[in-house]
């Protein structure tokens, strides 16, 4: 399985992006969709889940200005990233778990100017 996430850029704060997540496998076989993101110098930090079954989790930093989703025709997952901070400036990746299995993607840079 692989896994390409996209959409990352250059925004301003109070700004939004949606990052992209195309799967190389039908995503109904994960049980877990989820985005982390990693900060220079600071470790990777869980920042959204969603279920197979549609139930999303979120980081306290981001509820109610980021949304996961997920198409399952396309085989992507999504985020939705709203009234953006620079402290939400990192690379984002985007991670898939089936059954044991863990599938990475690549990151994705969102820096956000203040």
């Known amino acids: 399985v692989q896994l390409q996430a996209s959409g990352g850029g250059l925004v301003q704060a109070g700004g939004s992006l949606r990052l992209s997540c195309a799967a190389s496998?039908?995503?109904?076989?994960?049980?877990?969709m989820r985005w982390y993101r990693q900060a220079p110098g600071k470790q990777r930090e869980l920042v959204a889940s969603i279920l197979s079954g549609g139930s999303t989790n979120y980081a306290d930093s981001v509820k109610g200005r980021f949304t996961i989703s997920r198409d399952n025709t396309k085989n992507t997952a999504y985020l939705q990233m709203n009234s953006l901070k620079p402290e939400d400036t990192a690379v984002y990746y985007c991670?898939?778990?089936?059954?044991?299995?863990?599938?990475w993607g690549q990151g994705t840079q969102v820096t956000v100017s203040s």
């Open positions: 991670r898939a778990d089936k059954t044991i299995r863990v599938y």
């Open positions: 496998d039908s995503i109904l076989s994960f049980n877990y």
